[in-house]
């Protein structure tokens, strides 16, 4: 078996902006995985927020045995993107070789297609507005916040868009502080979920505070391990490859955490479909989908993944597994 690691860059359909910066491109790794003249495929994205960056995932992939099994993965790298894009590439070569899709062989029902949420991107309170009336016919609206000024932001997305559900993602940029005095707003503008409002690190914060809008994990939470040190702070999970590892770890995680009592949302990096497609099974009967990566982007794949009024469909063999 030989693997190889690819960089592909995707330009996005206009300049992306969280709290912590902002993006003109994503700079993807394609791990192909061969074997008897088979192809299995994934795509990963490395995230400096984890310490991770281009070069040191592929030394990461290419440091593997070239017989390495789906199973040994899980302990031979830690849960992050490197161990997504080769468990994934592993998946789909399965598929290819024996002529199943990755639902049957991961004894899942055949999958559906899922709303998903639509980010918008951190931006001035008119521009956002702007952004928001464009996008009022989607049912589901994330967005990125996590600054000092969100309030007026806030009201004007909801003035933008006022029929769509609004999810709200800090990226940990608020304090326990801004949090409280936020919660009531996002109660009266009807926000249906809050990710992530302080940092990973001061999440215990979150313990005792009331939360009147479900709060979700998401840097908090990257794999089954994370699960314990969450409760009594969180209502719902943010599961997504590049944390958990892959297919394998996110397919786990999200029983774990559903008989744990979490309810779960399965999201996304900025990537193509190549990402997006092994998400889309873990996404079946979420809460929260949000696995809008090409949305964002000029240019996707080939046999990109199918989005219309249903959501996002799962993706056809010719794309993966």
Known sequence: MTITVERDVFALAQVFRISRGARTE??????????????????????????????SVTEEILSLPSDVSRDALQTVLPAGA?????????????????????????????????????????????AMRAQAEVNAFRPLLKIK??????????EAVRAGAPKS?????????????????LA???????????????PAAQDDALLGMERPVPVCADESCHDRASLTGLKGKYDVVNIKLDKTGGLTEALL????????????????????????????????????????????????????????????????AALWG
Request: aromatic fraction near 6%; charged fraction near 20%.
């Open 26 to 55: 994503a700079q993807v790794l394609t791990v192909k995985v061969t074997r008897g003249g088979v192809t299995g495929w994934g795509e990963c994205v490395p995230y400096g927020r984890y310490d991770e960056t281009l070069d």
């Open 82 to 126: 490197a161990r997504n894009a080769v468990d994934c590439a592993l998946w789909d070569l399965e598929a290819k070789q024996t002529g199943k899709r990755v639902w049957q062989l991961a004894g899942l029902t055949a999958p559906g297609p899922e709303i998903t949420a639509y980010t918008l991107s951190l931006d001035e309170p008119d």
């Open 145 to 154: 916040l996590g600054t000092p000024d969100d309030m007026a932001r806030l």
């Open 165 to 181: 559900t609004i999810i709200v993602d800090a990226n940990e940029g608020w304090s326990a502080e801004v949090y409280a005095d």
């Open 184 to 198: 009531p707003h996002l109660v009266r503008l009807g926000v249906a979920l809050v990710e992530q409002p302080l």
């Open 253 to 316: 995680l999200r029983d774990e955490a559903l008989v744990a009592g979490y309810k779960v949302m399965v999201g996304c990096m900025v990537g193509s479909s190549l990402a997006m497609a092994p998400a889309t099974l873990v996404a079946q009967g979420a809460m929260v989908t949000d696995l809008d990566g090409p949305l964002l982007l000029a240019e996707d794949r080939d046999n990109a993944l199918q989005f219309d009024a249903a959501g996002v469909h799962p993706p056809v």
